[in-house]
């Protein structure tokens, strides 16, 4: 096995509305052929908070200010059987008072959609993922407790 490189990533859980009417922001890939969170690599010099906003925009064409951390996740890959990606995601909350356009990056997408909850649990591709739309959801009904 040759080199392994370490990527570092940034994304957000992107969720619009209040409670019934609460929906989550999910991508859909083409290649390969997913359904994922805004996410993407840190550019040199970037945190982030800023790369995840950046990503957002990029990917979903919404402009938000990211929230809460969510956390972080950690996983491995093979490129293309040569080398090992270390990937970190660092995932944030962003909040929309009410659901805007969609604007997904056509290159990338075919698909972006505000999806109920429990849909874009079922819809997204990855655990890790899930995870943090659980995590975004759990915090929103414990703000929504605390007012």
Same mark, same amino acid.
């Given at each position: 096995?040759?080199?392994?490189?370490?990527?570092?990533?940034?994304?957000?859980?992107?969720?619009?509305?209040?409670?019934?009417?609460?929906?989550?922001?999910?991508?859909?890939?083409?290649?390969?052929?997913?359904?994922?969170?805004?996410? /993407?690599?840190?550019?040199?010099?970037?945190?982030?908070?800023?790369? +995840?906003?950046?990503?957002?925009?990029?990917?979903?064409?919404?402009?938000?200010?990211? /929230?809460?951390?969510? /956390?972080?996740?950690?996983?491995?890959?093979?490129?293309?059987?040569?080398?090992?990606?270390?990937?970190?995601?660092?995932?944030?909350?962003?909040?929309?008072? $009410?659901?805007?356009?969609?604007?997904?990056?056509?290159?990338?997408?075919?698909? +972006?959609?505000?999806?109920?909850?429990?849909? +874009?649990?079922?819809?997204?591709?990855?655990? $890790?993922?899930?995870?943090?739309?659980?995590?975004?959801?759990?915090?929103?009904?414990?703000?929504?407790?605390?007012?």
């Amino acid at each position: 096995m040759g080199e392994s490189i370490r990527l570092e990533s940034a994304g957000a859980v992107v969720v619009a509305g209040h409670s019934a009417r609460l929906r989550v922001a999910v991508l859909h890939r083409r290649s390969p052929d997913e359904w994922r969170l805004p996410k /993407g690599k840190l550019r040199p010099g970037e945190g982030p908070r800023e790369a +995840a906003e950046r990503e957002v925009k990029e990917e979903t064409g919404l402009r938000v200010t990211v /929230g809460p951390a969510l /956390g972080r996740t950690e996983y491995e890959y093979e490129e293309q059987g040569h080398r090992r990606i270390a990937k970190q995601v660092w995932f944030y909350l962003a909040w929309l008072p $009410n659901l805007e356009a969609l604007r997904p990056e056509r290159t990338t997408f075919s698909e +972006a959609l505000w999806a109920r909850p429990e849909q +874009a649990l079922s819809l997204l591709t990855w655990e $890790n993922e899930r995870q943090m739309v659980q995590r975004a959801l759990s915090l929103l009904a414990r703000l929504a407790s605390e007012t």
